[in-house]
């Protein structure tokens, strides 16, 4: 498994795909001709995935692109990343020992990003018979974007679910009441830094039936899990 | 209903009355998620066929009913209509609380949006374990309730206190 | 009325205050405003709906959901691989073993395993045993909704033989938990295969059952002829999947069409499109694809390889970083996961694409003009479960 990278287009393609896609790389190259300098990354898993990264201005018109010349006019999903590392810890720490200093350095995925917030939705053709997974990063201080409804109409939900849990603005959408959860609620569920508060009152207790772990790459290959 | 009122009702009378009733339940069915489906197999199949035990299934509406079973994950936001719902049915009226989810908020025991357990909203008479309980599991359930029932003080019912059944 | 808690108090004193938001509703709307729900008449779950009406004449539906919403995605970040699987599980609660796949082929891509192939085709028999269970219970559902009760009723029985066979091996009716990384928890019993294949021949007769009591009905058929039609492209635009988009005319099927390691590739099926797009198209398209499952179910017994069910994993699994998106065909359309791992134990975010929700998201567009009834034809077509809208 390759690690995670945020190099450019020709970069990425040559030094982590020695086979080649050449499917996947059409799209990329569709992109590189419409977008120009607003497409920030890419990445492609050879015969398996590809993902872009574009810049805020050119989302609506990367939406356009990616229905229109990239023929993907079948609408997936809409949704956003937060990555910030939880500052909660992770599920598997003990809840009786003192929690570590939570990790603050922001580690983003394929295709790059530069920022905490990032939204990405996805599309299939049906005639090239693969998905394109678009990225786009969100600026901390201003959490908005356009909205992708003239590209598809099937969006709506998704950017008031985008909305309600990352609270992410959604500029042209003019609805996004919340889908999920009454109206009292407070907070955006799926940010990093909402506490699941029954956690914190009563930590997991099943820490205490996991075997202890086997030394990290070394132990993973003497050890079986089937019988 | 005189005699229950004045607090005078014989006991040969109270045990008609109760077997009476605990033969004749209307179940107002609440299907919230996975353990609706079992229910709905318990109610509506041909295989459980939950009238043999006197219970009728499927009520027009809640103010038909003697017992509510709710199944499924009690969310916050369901949480008003299914108050609401309770307040509707008339009196002696009885919860079956079925599936882990609405016993206590069971797999979602960490949400954010689920409530955990339908005892914090409305009055529990029988929980049924399970993820989700198989439809035997849940006749059983109402064989306890029935057998509850019959041992009911229909006078000290009347009076709308808590009761406190053995 | 017995005493009640302070928290109980607090929950009355809520529902009034939801009552007069509902009536200030309907005072200051044009029209009238009809509301249907929570509490749905059939099992599959809350949904509401409100719509607004001129006369008999839709003018305006809106679903409101969020009843049903116990927080998968932030649920899964908290929990380890292994324990994700038994939380998926209750997505779709009609075909829960399906809900495992993708998750679990998912995170099979990012730690490059594969698993063998028995536990392949295992998991693509277990795969159509539950879109069978799944849709048999739409068959009757349909009809219920149409008004035809006893068609449930059959429904339920026959779907015991198939809730039976996925017992027989996974110990569980409803939510197996059974697929694990790398392959499976378990072997078939002794005496399944035959079992099985007696149910399969159940189930092929329930569809000419159904045949004959509702596909043909004359009152089912000017129910749902013509009522609710998605064209095609309104389709995509959407995002529909599964049986819904098929029934719009479009030939994709994931199973067929994106390979994702599973045995479907060994098999001889049809994937069943239909032209018109309406509620009957739906119906017809879905109740085919039970008989296609059954032949699917059927060969895949015939040429069951021998081996291990199991791969090389290490005892305590943790995915290396990366991002993978894995989808498949499930019984109510198309299922998908975005796994994004750090290296953890746990997920580091999980976006789970299920195909209810896109394919109710259609609902307002497809009720405008029609009239009350036919909202519940062409909800009862569409075909969701709550837990697979809400998440």
Redesign the interface.
């Known amino acids: 498994?390759?690690?995670?990278s945020s190099a450019d287009v020709d970069e990425t393609t040559e030094a982590e795909a020695p086979a080649t896609d050449e499917a996947r790389e059409e799209i990329v190259a569709i992109f590189t001709e419409e977008l120009g300098d607003a497409l920030l990354g890419s990445h492609i898993r050879p015969g398996?995935?590809v993902?872009l990264r574009v810049s805020r201005d050119a989302w609506r018109t990367a939406g356009i692109v990616l229905r229109d010349r990239a023929g993907c006019?079948?609408?997936?999903?809409l949704?956003a990343?937060?990555w910030l590392?939880?500052p909660f810890g992770?599920?598997?720490d003990s809840p009786t020992d003192e929690r570590p200093e939570p990790d603050t350095e922001i580690?983003t995925?394929?295709a790059g990003g530069d920022t905490r917030f990032q939204v990405?939705a996805?599309a299939l053709s049906?005639h090239r018979?693969l998905?394109v997974?678009l990225k786009v990063d969100l600026p901390d201080d201003d959490l908005s974007i356009e909205t992708w409804l003239p590209v598809?109409?099937?969006v709506?939900?998704h950017e008031r679910e985008t909305h309600e849990?990352f609270g992410i603005d959604f500029v042209g959408h003019g609805h996004l009441a919340?889908?999920?959860?009454?109206g009292e609620?407070e907070g955006h569920?799926?940010r990093?830094d909402?506490p699941?508060?029954?956690?914190i009152v009563k930590p997991?207790p099943g820490i205490v039936d996991?075997?202890p772990?086997?030394e990290a790459e070394g132990?993973?290959?003497d050890?079986?899990?089937?019988e | 209903m005189g005699l229950v009122e004045s607090g005078k009702l014989p006991k040969p009378l109270t045990s008609l009355l109760n077997t009476s009733r605990k033969y004749s339940i209307w179940i107002f069915q609440w299907g919230l998620a996975c353990c609706a489906i079992e229910m709905g197999a318990a109610l509506g199949s041909p295989r459980y066929d939950v009238m043999r035990l006197g219970v009728i299934p499927l009520p027009a509406s809640p103010r038909q009913a003697d017992l509510v079973c709710f199944s499924g994950t009690v969310t916050d936001k369901m949480v008003p209509a299914i108050r609401r719902l309770y307040d509707q049915m008339p009196d002696p009226k009885y919860v079956i609380s079925m599936g882990s989810c609405a016993n206590c908020g069971g797999p979602y025991w960490d949400s954010y949006s689920v409530t955990k357990g339908v005892d914090q909203v409305v009055p529990v008479d029988v929980y049924v374990p399970g993820c989700p309980p198989r439809p035997e599991a849940l006749l059983e359930g109402i064989v306890l309730l029935q057998q509850r029932i019959g041992k009911e003080d229909m006078v000290e019912r009347w009076k709308g206190e808590p009761l406190v059944v053995s | 009325m017995t005493a009640v808690s302070d928290r109980q108090k607090l929950a009355y004193v809520n529902s009034q205050a939801a009552d007069g938001r509902v009536n200030l509703e309907f005072e200051t709307q044009e029209g009238m405003t009809l509301n249907m729900g929570p509490q749905h008449p059939a099992t599959h779950g809350t949904l509401r709906i409100i719509v607004k009406l001129d006369g008999e004449s839709v003018i305006a539906a809106e679903p409101v959901m969020g009843y049903m919403h116990r927080g998968y995605e932030k649920l899964t970040e908290v929990r380890t691989y292994p324990q994700v699987t038994t939380l998926v599980n209750r997505i779709d609660w009609l075909g829960s073993f399906a809900n495992e796949v993708p998750f679990i082929l998912a995170a099979e891509k990012l730690m490059e395993v594969e698993a063998p192939p028995r536990a392949q085709w295992i998991r693509t028999i277990l795969f159509e045993l539950s879109r069978i269970a799944n849709i048999s219970l739409f068959v009757g559902d349909m009809a219920l909704h149409i008004g035809a009760m006893t068609a449930a009723f059959y429904a339920f029985r026959d779907r015991e033989f198939v809730l039976n066979q996925i017992e027989a091996v996974t110990g569980g009716r409803f939510h197996p938990n059974f697929d694990r990384i790398g392959g499976l928890k378990d072997d078939l019993p002794k005496g399944w295969i035959a079992d099985t294949k007696a149910a399969m021949e159940k189930i092929r007769d329930f569809c000419d059952e159904m045949d004959d009591l509702v596909t043909g009905n004359e009152i089912f058929q000017a129910r749902t002829r013509g009522v609710g039609v998605i064209p095609a492209d309104v389709a995509q635009q959407f995002g529909l999947s599964g049986a819904n988009l098929r029934s719009s005319g479009v030939d994709w099927d994931l199973r067929r069409d994106q390979p994702v390691g599973l045995a479907w590739d060994q098999a001889d099926w049809k994937v069943w499109t239909h032209p018109d797009g309406d509620s009957f198209a739906r119906f017809w398209v879905r109740i085919q694809e039970v008989r296609e499952s059954t032949k699917i179910v059927d060969q895949l017994l015939d040429g069951l390889p021998a081996g291990p069910i199991m791969a090389k994993v290490p005892r305590i699994i943790k995915v290396p970083e990366g991002e993978a998106w894995v989808a498949t065909e499930n019984p109510l359309g198309e299922m998908g996961y975005y796994v994004v791992s750090k290296g953890d134990l746990g997920p580091f975010r999980v976006k789970i694409r299920t195909a209810s929700f896109n394919n109710v998201s259609v609902v307002p567009w497809v009720c405008r003009g029609v009239y009350v009834p036919d909202v519940v034809t062409i909800l009862a077509s569409l075909y969701f479960i709550l837990g697979d809208i809400d998440r």
């Open positions: 498994m390759s690690h995670l398996d995935d993902w006019r079948a609408f997936e999903f949704s990343i937060d590392p939880s992770k599920s598997e580690v995925g394929y990405f996805r049906y018979k998905g997974t598809f109409a099937g709506n939900w849990m919340p889908i999920y959860l009454p609620f569920p799926l990093k909402f699941l508060l029954a956690r997991w996991v075997e772990m086997p132990g993973a290959d050890e079986e899990a089937s």
